[in-house]
């Protein structure tokens, strides 16, 4: 029986990791019998537990406190989503240092501190980002490529991975750092992310909204869908430490598209109307961020250890609307 620990499971990734864990309904072949998501605050909507218990706890993951109150319960597999994004952590050095990087660290710690005591030895999932890797890069990298942050979120993912692999080879863990791509279409509102209008150009003129391009359309970059990135963080928990062998962080393999092709893959899917609401409006700040990060990865660590990515673009908007677009009467 495995009872699994979710830190940001308010968030669009936490929620849909819980959904998928309680559909799955094992990892590896072991039941998930209990479920304790954790967040800032508990969300308007939990999920429907069936057979697996869960529970929702609420705190600061800056505080070292609240981090040994999670880990006391000895969950098996500790999922770590939380953290604040790109832009945010850019404008706030402060908030951004403590809650990507200290909240990390006494979330390790903590759990150091349990296997001093009594051997506990849980598989640790951290989400990483592409933001770790910083030009000048080449059009593709590949897994060997040093990594290089050019931002402040980039720089506390970093030093994240690093702790990951510092404590599993000390063996006070077993970790698992995942790169994710930048996750595309992400439904609700506009969030703080720079890479957010990825998203915005496709959500809302899907929706009948105008949305604002900041970049030149020729922009690259990796992406993978909601349905994709939950898949990932579900795998990871089930992928065996042997293979990791030295490796303990790895890029997710993603969907090299640029700008362009993004807005001709909502052509198809949505016609000449839905283009015509993305207003371009250079954006200096968002291109000078954006202007760091990566176009294209060879995956193939990632790929060997079973981790799937979306097809293409169109798959992406596709996976989109059957999963988060709202649905019309006819639909339904």
């Known amino acids: 029986m495995v009872h699994c620990l979710i830190i940001g499971a308010a968030g669009m990734l936490g929620a849909g990791l819980a959904k998928r864990l309680i559909e799955d309904g094992a990892i590896a072949g072991k039941a998930v019998s209990r479920l304790t998501l954790f967040d800032i605050a508990v969300p308007s909507t939990l999920p429907e537990g069936g057979k697996v218990v869960v529970e929702f706890e609420t705190g600061d993951i800056s505080s070292p406190e609240t ?28 908030k951004g240092y403590r809650i990507n990087l200290d909240g990390t660290r006494h979330l ?10 009594d051997g506990y030895y849980p598989r640790v999932v951290f989400t990483s980002s592409l933001a770790v890797f910083g030009s000048p890069l080449p059009d593709v990298i590949d897994d060997d490529y040093i990594i290089t942050p050019r931002s402040s979120y980039g720089t506390q993912k970093a030093i994240g991975e690093l702790l990951l692999a510092d404590y ?14 930048t996750i595309c279409i992400r439904p609700g509102k506009p969030n703080a992310a ?26 690259r970059h990796w992406f993978a869908s909601p349905r994709a990135a939950i898949g990932f963080i579900a795998h990871a928990a089930a992928v065996d430490a042997a293979l990791l062998k030295e490796r303990r962080n790895m890029t997710m393999p993603g969907v090299s598209a640029t700008v362009a092709d993004e807005i001709e ?36 660590q990632a790929e060997k250890l079973g981790f799937k990515a979306d097809q293409s673009f169109q798959a992406i908007i596709q ?6 677009a709202p649905k019309t009467e006819k639909q339904a």
């Open 67 to 94: 981090a040994e109150r999670l880990v006391a319960t000895r969950p098996d597999v500790i999922f770590h989503l939380a953290a604040i994004v790109s832009g945010e952590a850019e404008r706030d050095f402060d």
């Open 108 to 117: 390790f710690d903590a759990v150091r501190k349990g296997h001093e005591k």
């Open 168 to 181: 599993s080879r000390r063996g006070f863990f077993d970790g698992i750092g995942i790169r994710l791509p």
């Open 194 to 219: 720079a890479s957010g209008f990825f998203s915005n150009i496709l959500r809302e003129p899907l929706a009948g909204l105008p949305a604002t391009l900041p970049v030149e359309p020729s922009v």
């Open 265 to 300: 893959a909502l052509r198809a899917i949505a016609g000449d109307d839905a283009v015509k609401l993305i207003r371009h409006e250079i954006d200096p700040a968002i291109v000078a961020i954006i202007s760091t990060w990566p176009k294209a990865f060879e995956a193939s």
């Open 319 to 324: 996976a989109y609307l059957e999963d988060y």
